[in-house]
């Protein structure tokens, strides 16, 4: 581990990378921004938007535009993609990762590139970063241009994605395999971050395949050499993706509305059975309300046996309103 002073503001990593001798260098926590900008070469430089200093530093970094500054230290919460003086700048989505685990929480990728460089700042660590990084460190000399780079951020994201895809893909199996059982569960709860997860993904991602074909729609003398092809390629990538996540948002929606169903139906035979009851009981609530009046010469009043008449009625009118609902095929 690295454990040198940092000289970058909000310094995670940097490459510099040599086209020429297919090589990348990670630059040690010491590395000044001199260093970055060595002659015939380009750098990634990926910093901590929690550095209060790092827009100060972007100041001092030479081929940024006003925007691109402004699109690095942004706190939107939503993609952009923007094509401009050779440049492209804007936010990815990406999901976040902690020290134990990958998690499926959004979190957000600010970006600037041009042919000499690409810089990427965020607020917590991401997923498909941290794999880009890992790739580069076992294949160095795949990356010859900065769109590269922004490239496999891309893919790597599409790959996280996948993931995300097959995670819940497993958990809706799961479900269904609950809610199509004889037992009756209510799953809605189960179901709720399933299809909250999936329609968050579904409109990111339309957000940013519209963006991608709106950039690769710009002028070419407005866009980075290369991004032109390499904007088909991720396009189509990422359209493979949507229609997965979308057969996902349809599933969950058609999981939701059977568990709707089999709960109405359950309420229904709840309600049925309430009906029949009320029915059952009605009759002998007249008997005993009969009885119970304050009038003179009721039939029973006098005698040893006028309980007993009384039960014999209401046993006999229950009898009678279960042959009347059976005759009508209620029951």
């Known amino acids: 581990m690295d454990t040198l002073p940092v000289n970058i503001p909000g310094f995670v990593w940097a490459y510099r990378f040599s086209p020429g ?50 699109a690095l230290t942004t706190r939107d919460t939503h993609a952009a993609i923007t094509v401009d003086e050779q440049m492209l700048y804007g936010t990815l989505v990406d999901c976040q990762r902690d020290f134990a685990q990958d998690t499926n929480n959004l979190g957000w990728l600010h970006f600037a590139m041009s042919d000499r460089f690409i810089i990427t700042t965020r607020l917590q660590p991401l997923r498909s970063v941290e794999r880009a990084r890992a790739l580069i460190e076992k294949n160095p000399g795949k990356f010859s241009r900065p769109v590269d780079l ?84 991720l396009t189509s990538r990422l359209e493979t993706v949507d229609h997965d996540i979308y057969a996902l948002q349809d599933r969950a929606r058609l999981l939701h509305e059977e568990i709707d169903s089999k709960q109405s139906s359950e309420t229904n ?63």
């Open 21 to 70: 001798e297919k090589t990348a260098v990670r630059l040690n926590n010491s590395a000044t921004v001199a260093e970055l900008t060595a002659e015939n070469c380009f750098y990634w430089l990926h910093l901590n938007l929690v550095d209060a200093r790092v827009p100060a530093l972007l100041d001092t970094l030479e081929g940024l535009t006003e925007d691109a500054k402004s």
């Open 150 to 233: 922004f490239e496999l951020l891309v893919i790597e994201f599409q790959r996280t994605l996948i993931a995300i895809v097959i995670e819940l893909t497993e958990e809706l199996n799961q479900i269904e395999d609950i809610v199509y059982d004889s037992a009756q569960r209510d799953e809605r709860r189960r179901l709720a971050p399933v299809r909250r997860t999936v329609v968050r993904l579904h409109r990111h991602l339309r957000t940013v395949l519209a963006l991608m074909r709106r950039a690769a729609a710009a002028d070419d003398d407005e866009m980075p050499f290369g991004f032109d092809d390499v904007a088909r390629r």
């Open 269 to 331: 035979r709840h309600l049925y059975l309430l009906s029949i009851m009320t029915a059952f009981l009605l009759p002998p609530t007249l008997v005993t309300g009969f009885f119970g009046m304050n009038t003179a010469n009721l039939p029973f009043a006098v005698g040893d046996y006028g309980t007993e008449y009384a039960v014999v009625l209401m046993v006999a009118s229950i009898a009678l309103a279960w042959w009347l609902l059976r005759r009508v095929d209620i029951l």
